[in-house]
């Protein structure tokens, strides 16, 4: 192992389990939300950008040029509940539901009583405008995949500040 991958200082946390990525290819716990881009079930060329805000629940899916989901409407839709399976998947279901600050019942948390917990609090419908960023995340990983792989660092992650003085 090189000196700078021994000195890096970014944490990588391992999958919880692996899962495929067809379906939902992008999810993350960031900005307070439950985050993500989900894969349209009728077109192909289609995708959601979904989130679920920690504590109040409050949800939202539209698609990526922002038109509205029209299976959210009240409640989660299939889009939002994909995304949750797919979170416990990547993270595990304890620390999803420590970030959404759901309360469960006793025993060990799984997607579906994460799910029950959230929409039994009759969630309200929240903001698209988160949409935009997320999806642009998206896309800038998606540009990763492009790169040939390498061991070598990245020119755009050379603002990380050095661990040790140069001489």
Not at 77 to 104: D, F, M
């Amino acid at each position: 192992m090189s000196d700078w991958e021994r000195s890096s200082t970014a944490r990588v946390t391992a999958p919880a389990r692996p899962r495929k990525l067809a379906k939902v290819p992008f999810v993350e716990l960031a900005d307070g939300r439950l985050q993500g881009v989900v894969s349209s079930g009728s077109d192909i060329e289609r995708v959601y950008v979904s989130s679920v805000a920690a504590g109040t629940y409050a949800f939202a899916c539209s698609t990526n040029n922002n038109r509205p989901c029209g299976g959210a409407r009240g409640s989660f839709c299939n889009h939002i509940r994909g995304l949750i399976n797919e979170a416990v998947l990547q993270y595990g279901a304890e620390r999803v539901a420590r970030y959404l600050r759901v309360e469960r019942p006793e025993g060990e948390p799984t997607a579906q009583t994460i799910t029950s917990a959230m929409t039994g609090a009759r969630p309200p419908q929240g903001d698209t405008g988160s949409a935009a960023p997320v999806f642009s995340r998206f896309l800038r990983h998606l540009a990763y995949l492009e790169l040939a792989p390498t061991t070598a660092p990245l020119p755009e992650m050379q603002w990380f500040p050095p661990t040790r003085a140069v001489a």
